[in-house]
DNA sequence: TTCATTTCTTAAACCAGCTTAATTTTTTAT
DNA sequence: ATAAAAAATTAAGCTGGTTTAAGAAATGAA
């Protein structure tokens, strides 16, 4: 039940058999089809969501109402707008599903009993937090040294499983390039 | 002794008289002139900071030479490169007081033996790390959908305080722009 | 107060990456 | 299978912001 969920959870604390059931209680398992939404801009987040299987896209509507992607998920990565699900603020981003998925979900206030029932988990977030901070620093360390294009190259060459998944366009978003550009800078490798 | 640094953790935590004894333990404060260094390129950041009274940058050389400044941090705010600091990485970045500064550095052992002594300090790190998340998710956002003209003139209205404490270069630097376009920006609004 | 250093300004030439618009290719649903 | 919709390509013209190079103004140390 959940085996990437709780061999993540098990790569950062120790967790036991028990803590494991307790923990289950806490979750609400979702499975989705391709292109349905967890979260709808107006709305609060009010779960943040583990990737068991599939993968994830939040975007917000531009002024050009273009649809600009801020982060892709994949399996064992967490999502959530968490100035949202932290403040109760109304979010505006949208969150969906690019493929069929299996998601796990854990609600603002379940949350916040599970941390003080399982301490290991308030240390496993913690963790997890700290390396999203860690993450974020180097992505946008990446963004003041290198050009579009280098960007660009170096997305494709740390991230090969996502290119092959992602649709070419939503790359280009995520990266905040044109597509029109991205065909080009494909032509240009060739 | 050290009142930001308690009020702030109270802000977030419960912590009786007796847990901020024992916390006091394990940090070490540092009394710092104007443009000394915390860290430079090629160590490991042994340490996190917290700026009880004062101004850090974080910033790294880039190719052309320039100083690219990734992070500011002033009175209540932490900083660390915390890919370096978990992983036990060499930093690309250098980090240096502004002003004359009053800094409480944690190193990495003292931090893990606090957090098994003081739960509370699990916690209260957790929801830092969850709002530094969440801000950087924000700041992301504004990278998105701003031009730099706006970008600049955002945070101008938003943090005034920054704007009269630090140097307009280095702001400049902050936000990815040239110094020259800044000034430019600067004439256009008056 | 003065000098040396740091910071800020001005202006012209330049270009990486965008916009617009039309066409082609691929994918999805029935 | 087939039609419709979604995604990718091509190409020309344009612009927001950089680069380069000097000079002016502000600041800190002695």
Request: proline share 4%; net charge positive.
């Amino acid at each position: 039940m959940y085996p990437n969920f709780i061999s993540h959870i098990r790569k950062y604390v120790k967790l036991d058999d028990h803590s494991v059931a307790r923990l289950i209680q806490y979750i609400s398992p979702l499975k989705l089809k391709r292109k349905e939404f967890l979260l709808k801009e107006g709305q609060i987040c009010q779960s943040i969501y583990f990737v068991e299987k599939g993968c994830l896209r939040m975007f917000f509507i531009d002024d050009k109402l273009n649809e600009q992607i801020t982060q892709f998920a994949l399996e064992n990565w967490w999502m959530a707008d968490h100035f949202s699900f932290l403040d109760n603020k109304p979010s505006p981003y949208l969150i969906q599903t690019i493929e069929k998925s299996e998601i796990l979900a854990i609600n603002k206030t379940l949350f916040e009993e599970m941390l003080r029932e399982l301490p290991q988990m308030e240390r496993y977030f913690r963790i997890i937090m700290q390396r999203a901070v860690a993450a974020s620093q180097l992505r946008n360390k990446f963004t003041y040294e290198m050009s579009k294009e280098e960007f660009y190259q170096h997305f494709n060459t740390s991230f090969p499983e996502f290119v092959q998944r992602v649709p070419q366009y939503m790359i280009a978003s995520y990266l905040g390039l044109t597509p029109q550009y991205v065909s080009e800078l494909r032509k240009k490798k060739l």
